[in-house]
Structure formats: C-alpha cells, structure tokens
C-alpha cells in the first residue's frame, strides 16, 4: 500500500492572547489542538463544523501560512512544518489553495493573464513564452471560461467567473491537492452548483485530492469521500462518507446533521443549547460536554479519543453504546 | 380584507449608468399570522421589497411607486412623521447582521426599551423590566445581567435574539424578517428557527421572510414567493412549491441544492446547473426576464413577458410554458 499523499500527526496550533499595555501573553487561543488525519491521492476529504472550530486554521497550517505550535505535516513523504522558505517553494507547488471570498482573493490590478501566469513563471512550468501562452489558453478551457476574457480584469466578473479564476490559479501549478476553504460558500445557490460540478470534474480529469473545508453538509455529503466533523479544535468524528450521513456515531454529528433544515422533509431536530464555548478556555473533559445531551460524570473529567467503530469510522466519545435515534435525544 | 397587501411595487433607482429596476411590479398578500416567504437569489430584488415595505430605500436615488396596504392603509402615503408611529410598532423588522444593526455604544436593555419608551409612552424604569421580560421570552440565560451588556459581549446568536426581542417587543402584527439566520452557524440557526416558530405560535404575528435558504423556508413558511430580476416569477402553499415546482427558474433553483440523504442514494447526482448570469436590471427585459438562461424558452418567451397565471390550487406562475410542463409530467 503506498503512503497517503498528506498525513497530519497530532497538529496543534495556538494563537497568543495578548493583553495590558506591553501586549504581554495572557493566554493563548487553543485553535486547533491535536489534530490528525490523511488525505489519498485523488481523494476529497472534508473538514466540517462551526465556525469557530479550528477548520480553517487546519487548512491554513496544511498551506504553511503560519507556523504550526507543535505536530508534524507529511507531504509525499517528506515533512513539511519544518522546511526552510527555500525547501518549502517545491511544496508550495504541490499544495495549492482556493479561497471563499472571489472578491478578495483576486490582485483587482492584475490582468486574468497575468494572474494565472504568474505560478507558472514562479515554478518554472513553461518551457518557453509559446507554452506560457498556451498553458495559460488551456486553463481558461478546463475552468470554461471563454479565452478572450484573458485581458480583463477581476472586477469584469461575476463571482462565479471570479471563483473559476481562482481554480484557474490553483491548477496552473499543476498541484496535487488543493486545499478548498468555503470555496463555493459564497456563492449564489445556481452558481454554487456550477462550481461544485466544476471541482468533481476537475478532480476526476487531474486526480487531484481535495481537502474541502465547508460548514455546508448537504454540498458535503453531495462530493466527498471522507469527512472529518471538527468541535473546537478536536476531531470529534472521522468517517467514509456514507457512514457519517446515514449513520453518524457522535452526538455532536447527529445534531449537525439534524440542524439543517431542509425542503420537504419531516424532522426532528436535536435543538443543542447554548453556543460553542471559547477556545481560549475550552472546557474540561470532552469539549462538548457544556452542549451535551448524553452527557455523564466522566465526559467531566477525562477527554476522550478517537475510536474505531468500524468500517473506516472514529468517535471520540465516551458512550459505550452510541445513542441510537436522533429524535429521542429530546 | 389581508392585512398587507402590496399592488405593483415598484422600486427604482437612479444610478450614473441607468435607472436600475430593483423591484419591477411585484403584488402579493399576506393574512393576519401567516408566514410568506420570499425566495430568490442574490439581487432579486427580494431584501429592496422588504425595504420598500418599511420605507427604509433613501428617495433618492430610490423611488418607491405602487401602493402597500397594511391594514388598508397605504404606507407610501404617509408622512415621515405617521410612518415613525408604525416602524418597530405594527411593523417591525429583523435584519441578517446583528452586530451592525445592534447600537455597539448602548446597552441592549436600552436599544429595546427605545421603541417601548416611543411608541408605548413606557418610563424608564417600566421600559427597562419589560426589555428584561422581552430576553427572557426569546431564551436569553440571566436576562437581568444581560440587559445591561452591550452588543460586542453577546454571541451571534444571542445578538439574533436580542433582534428578536426588539422587533417583538411592541407586539407588532406584521414581523419582516429580512436573512434573520443566515450568518449564523446551523446549530445556532436550529435555535433561532425554532424560536421563530414557537414565537409565532405564542405572538400570532404575521411574518414576511425573506432568504435564499430553501431549507428555511420549508421550515417555517406557508406561502412561498419566487422572485427572479425583480420580478415575482411564481407562488404558491409551500408543500406545492416544492413537490410541482412549475417555473423553470424555480425547478433549477431546488434542482441545484443537494439534499442531504444523497449518499444514501448511492450513485453520484450531478447538481443542476442553470447556466449564464441574471441579466442586467439596469436595461428594460423584453420578453420573460429568464428566457435567456431558460431550456425552454422559445421566440414568444423571448417577445412577450409572461404574465402570472393560476397553475393550481392557490398556485400562480409566470411561464408561458409552465402549463404544458405538467401535463407532459
């Protein structure tokens, strides 16, 4: 069996809370502590949860746009947390990213040229100015844009042509995974769909993986293979797609699920009370314990791990037997 | 008699480059305590009606033309000075951001005793304990301490609430919800849904809201209106809508949301797409305003505008086609 293309060991990152007049470290924002997973080549893994829950910030470390706390980012083999800025350029090719918001994520002074040339000259890909030319023409094909809107600029388009700009960039690297952050959350509900299709195709055609990063589960469930629901900076559930929507072991998963309205559907939803509590101080135990409705004396005191349950499936939850129906959670 | 009725609304604004038809003759009813919905996609003009409702669009650039009876009184015929009495009063209204429709330099107890202390002549004191009264209404913990508190230290779900609070606090008769739950996360979202309902229930106010999310709008909604470029493309009981959807534009639109339970289906379902963009509003629409990005738009669709007709039972459409549809099905 080869190695997975990215594997994330025990991943912490934590952001200093600064206070008082010299800015001193009161304390520090527990973003995302400890977490790990893998991403196949070819495969779509999808983060998912609250605002608030580390799953950016996950992406963001994948991406080396900050360093990481503690942990270790294996790409292809090689660790990548502690590269060098020279050793990292090489991986910068291979990891690429798209962005949520197409209205900033775009240079608005740059020509569509010119943003999709630049990591192909950055990299090195073209061979002489003809191929530059070329490679540029093509990605315009793969994204379906029309190959005259080269010479405008960002501000010329809608925000789903902006978006397929942004995937435009992403692929000219020839990357193998790109790391999606709400890239279609933005998105009117018609052209999300164009999107969505877009990215399956791409995916297909380039065997690209794809770490999607959405708190939107029915688009989720609609293209991933795999998802990983996150609740304050822990993977609270891990598992194959089908399994996670039609049997979700944690009870934060099913009250996830049960939240999402939906047309022509009867429900009952599992109405969690209260908000998320604050990363800065998460509480003690499972950090879900506050919202719980299973909750009992040990969740208090001790966090739970990752479990197998199966089938691909992991639960970091207490409960012997996971609680079954939805409903009766009242 | 309905208790708001809205006759050929129409709201235009000058802009450098045009006049821009925002809302281009839309009529609709809503009864007392019934809850209408108002779908459709970015620049629909759908948030531009609920402000015409209110008068909140600037004059100008905006122009309010038509006429909104609420109670059979036309708002748009007003003073300033009568339309005060009725905002936040009979009508009130609930906007998507709480944190930039909140004061951040006043207390909440303050923001919600406003309107008490204007239209209901409540003192200070009074005002303050029915504001107290107000959050604990909508499930806000320790109302007495968060009274005093200001916006930035409330989450976003309870700043939704507060909103709530506020909008509710005069027991107006008609509640215009414009996205209340879109920038909050699904579980928060859950809450405020259910809280809307079960207010609803206990209040009996009649509730315009207006979202994108057609999962919201089968949770809460009994009447369901479609609109595309500023026009009402379709409306009917919200069941109907989504099980015979008859305008094209509606059809794409539910096609184009990916339900959950799909992996129960087991082999992938591309997502419909509607392909090309809503055209400019800023030109005058020959024909219907979706021919250009409709399968089955033909050279009449593309020279006369349809105009709404009975589909069914409490049903109306604007498609020319739309009737032919069905029968084929």
Redesign the interface.
Known sequence: MSAPLLQVNDLKKHFPVRSGLFGRRSGSVYAVDGVSFEVDRGETLSLVG??GCGKSTVGRAILRLFDITSGQVVLDGQRIDDLSPGGLRAMRRRVQVVFQDPFSSLNPRMRVRDILAEPIRNFSLAKSSADLEMRVAALMDTVRLPRDALNRRPHEF?G?QRQRIGIARALAAEPDLIVCDEAVSAL???V???I??LL?DLQQQFGLALLFIS?D???V???THRVAVMYLGRIVEMAP??KI??APGHPYTK???????????ARN?I??K???PSPINPPKGCRFNTRCPFVFDRCKAEEPQLRSAGDGQWVACHLEALPEAPGSAG | MALLEVENLQTHFRTPDGINRAVDGVSFQVDEGETLAIVG??GCGKSVTSMSLMRLIPEPPGRIAGAVRFQGRDLLQLSEREMRAVRGNDVSMIFQEPMSSLNPVLTVGRQIGETLRMHQGLDKQAAELRAVEMLNLVGI?EPARRVREYPHQL????RQRVMIAMALACNPKLLIADEPTTAL???????I??LMLDLKRRVGAAIVLIT????????IAERVMVMYAGRKVEEAPV?RL??SPRHPYTQ?????????????TGA?R?????PG?VPSLKKAIEGCAFAGRCALATDLCRQVAPGLEVKGPGHIAACHYAAKEAAAA
């Open positions: 609250e605002s809608s789903g009117d509900v018609s999300k769909a164009q969505v299709n399956q708190h589960l029915a688009i469930e609609h293209m797609r089908q929507f039609t009250a996830l699920l049960s939240a999402v309205p939906e047309p022509g559907a939803p109405i969690l209260g908000d998320v | 996609e970015s913990p989450s976003g779900g309870m996360d699904v579980t928060i979202q859950a809450q849904l259910q994108h999310d057609l999962g919201v709008v089968a949770e069941a989504f099980r794409g639109l539910l096609g184009a949301v990916p339900k959950l339970g799909s992996s129960l992938a591309r997502l419909t797409e509607i963009q």
